[in-house]
């Protein structure tokens, strides 16, 4: 399938979960994501939750994070399509921007070349470590400066799709894709 084919048929899938759903699938999402080799590192990029699109509740993911005393990472969106990171530290202010995107409003900057594993929202993904997100291409620029070495982690209400067919040169693909009953390694 097309990518603008994968995003209108996941989107109407996510849109049919019911809060309980949402809430169970993203516990079982997170408890999940315990069982990957990703917990030695120190630097964790995590996406807070844009709750209008039912996306997955990443507070349970961020309750990990804290309780293993990693360093929290977060993302401001700028016009230019990219993406400034700040460590999450208990003075960060966090606002929706315009998209209801919740993020930090300044803080401590960190460099993306800094950061260890990032999750990764996205609407599908493909059997190959393909994925599909909103189109603008944010984590594609974000993921291209980031470290060779840094885990690419996406998280999914949903299984694989077979095959994304118009993969662009762009395109970043995924180390993991954990959903509430499996997780995936490319």
Request: aromatic share 10%; with cysteine; charged share 25%.
């Amino acid at each position: 399938m097309i990518k603008k084919d994968l995003r209108l048929t996941y989107t109407s899938r996510r849109e049919k979960l019911s809060p309980d759903e949402l809430i169970d699938s993203s516990i079982s999402i997170a408890n999940n994501l315990l069982q990957l080799p990703i917990w030695n590192k120190n630097n964790y990029h995590l996406y807070l939750s844009i709750s209008e699109k039912k996306e997955i509740d990443t507070s349970f993911i961020l309750s990990i994070l804290q309780g293993k005393d990693k360093n929290v990472i977060l993302s401001k969106m700028l016009d230019s399509h990219t993406l400034q990171h700040y460590l999450l530290t208990d003075n960060t202010l966090i606002k929706k921007n315009k998209w209801n995107v919740p993020e930090p409003v300044d803080g401590i900057e960190i460099p993306a070349k800094s950061i260890d594993v990032v999750f990764i929202p996205l609407l599908a993904f493909d059997a190959f470590g393909n994925r599909v997100g909103y189109g603008k291409g944010y984590y594609d620029k974000f993921l291209a400066d980031c470290n060779e070495n840094c885990l690419k982690v996406g998280l999914s209400f949903f299984e694989a799709a077979d095959t994304i067919t118009d993969i662009l040169a762009t395109d970043i693909k995924l180390d993991y894709c954990v959903t509430p009953n499996k997780t995936y390694t490319f």
